[in-house]
């Protein structure tokens, strides 16, 4: 099982971040890897959801669809992969600050490559997942603290 989790503190209140970074249309501003999004909803998630999405992994475009699983206001926001190349689960977890800011939690989850090619990959797709992750983050917090 592969695992990831970074996790930033925005200095703004968590009704602030969640709606930021729960926006389907600000996905693509943020997150690098995010070639194209597209939600089947508006306005807030809810679990059943689905995007289509295309990411560029390791050079390669991947395309995928996206169910949300949970999505709790200011709390929780989780979903995982049903249409794609490979399994994989995601939660986001909000959480206040003693300064009203925001820690942006993010935990992955995949079963990895398995057997041989995944002994040798696996360690090399977290690292690079994990460095996607934590500058995601990074842009995130620089386009909400900007505004």
């Not at 306005?43 to 949970?70: C, F, H, Q, S």
């Not at 090399?124 to 995130?140: H, P, Y």
Request: proline fraction near 5%.
């Amino acid at each position: 099982m592969l695992s990831i989790e970074e996790s930033i503190v925005i200095d703004r209140p968590r009704k602030e971040v969640w709606d930021r970074s729960t926006d389907p249309a600000s996905r693509t501003l943020w997150m690098t890897n995010m070639l194209e999004y597209e939600a089947e909803r508006d306005g807030r998630p809810e679990p059943g959801d689905r995007a289509r999405g295309v990411v560029k992994l390791a050079g390669r475009r991947i395309e995928g669809v996206d169910e949300v699983t949970e999505a709790t206001p200011g709390e929780v926001y989780a979903y995982k992969g049903v249409d794609g190349p490979f399994d994989y689960a995601f939660a986001w977890r909000f959480e206040d600050t003693d300064d009203d800011g925001t820690r942006l939690t993010i935990h992955g989850e995949s079963p990895g490559l398995g057997g041989v090619f995944g002994k040798l990959g696996d360690p090399l797709v977290v690292r690079m997942f994990s460095r996607d992750t934590r500058g995601n983050l990074e842009n995130l917090k620089a386009l909400i603290e900007a505004d």
